[in-house]
């Protein structure tokens, strides 16, 4: 019988996959944990806790006590925030990391984590289209760095210690349950809630900025796809490239104006212009589709009015 815990419950990706693996596994043996309050739906389905990551013995003690098989460490600092306070942000990433690998390489019962990497792991030395699984990294942003540090980290843990830690490259994560805090990818979730609220947005990227975007419902998919797929067939131990599909602000835009017609637009980039510039357009999941299956439901088009529909019930 599978514990398991995720890390992170109360964030964008965290707060969907908790209820996912609930219905999966059980409400009672997924244990929910954040430094933050979780939504309503997380604490009334099952145990939820405030549990500090970067707190190793705390974490170690809950993990014991609650003999958890399964780890999702999802906490992080994101790109545009990580910028602000680079030292805090790679000691957030980095530590609460090693703490995890730590923790799956003593405790028995641990017997597979989940940690998520992400396309900010590219550089602007890196092929920009499609872009493969193995090439140039030299990425420019401290969340970057740390994530890619941290592939490092997960593959040595492997193949030294066996641990069975696994990983996707996620591009931008777009969902209206929760919103995202501080990357730079977050403005294709912005936009859908501006579209609704005030029918205007200020864009702080070009409109012609191309980056890599995945709907939640296939993002969540994914993770649990590779975390339920035989060890035997991974043949990557860093992190999987995951694509989804490729937007600019514009395309996102004229798409939402079929459904708003008077919705309108403007750009003032900051300084996240330049972490974008420095990330692939497309990312090539070639390994991801051919080891464990990924695949996804949604483009813009669907995805669109999903977003629309949820968003207006939300705000209503
Ligand atoms: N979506 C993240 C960000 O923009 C990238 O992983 O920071």
């Not at 919103?179 to 409109?207: H, Q, S």
């Not at 131990?237 to 403007?266: A, D, M, R």
């Not at 974008?276 to 995805?303: Q, R």
Request: aromatic residues 10%; glycine residues 6%.
């Amino acid at each position: 019988m599978e514990k398991i815990l995720v890390i992170g419950a109360s964030g964008q990706i965290g707060s969907e996959l908790v209820m996912e693996l609930r219905k999966i596994y059980g409400d009672g043996q997924v244990f929910a944990t954040d430094i933050k309050p979780a939504p309503p739906d997380i604490t009334e389905s099952g145990p939820f806790q405030l549990l500090d990551v970067m707190d190793d013995k705390q974490l170690i003690h809950f993990i014991i006590r609650n003999k958890i098989t399964q780890i999702y460490h999802l906490a992080a600092v994101l790109s545009g925030n990580a910028e602000k306070l680079p030292l805090q942000a790679w000691r957030i990433n980095m530590d609460s990391l090693m703490n995890i690998l730590e923790v799956a390489r003593m405790v028995e019962d641990v017997h597979r984590v989940f940690w998520p990497s992400s396309i900010a792991v590219f550089g602007p030395t890196t092929p920009r289209m499609n872009t493969p699984q193995l090439t140039v990294m030299e990425p420019i942003t401290v969340y970057g760095v740390s994530k890619l540090a941290g592939e490092r980290w997960c593959d040595y843990y492997f193949n030294k210690f066996g641990v069975d830690v696994r990983s996707v490259r996620y591009p931008g994560l777009i969902s209206y349950k929760t919103e995202a805090g501080g990357g730079t990818t977050d403005y294709a979730v912005e936009i859908y809630y501006e579209a609704v609220r005030k029918g205007t947005y200020e864009c702080f990227l070009t409109e012609d900025t191309a980056l890599p975007m995945l709907f939640m419902h296939d993002a969540i998919k994914a993770t649990i796809n590779l975390m339920e797929t035989d060890l035997s067939k991974l043949t990557i131990h860093n992190s999987y490239n995951l694509g989804g599909f490729s937007v600019t602000p514009k395309q996102v835009w004229q798409e939402i104006k079929k459904h708003i017609p008077e919705f309108s637009i403007s750009y003032n980039p900051d300084f996240r212009q330049e972490i974008a510039d420095s990330w692939p357009h497309s990312v090539d999941d070639t390994i991801a589709k051919l080891d464990w299956g990924f695949n996804y439901d949604y483009d813009l088009e669907k995805m669109t009015e999903i977003m629309l529909n949820e968003i207006r019930k939300k705000l209503n």
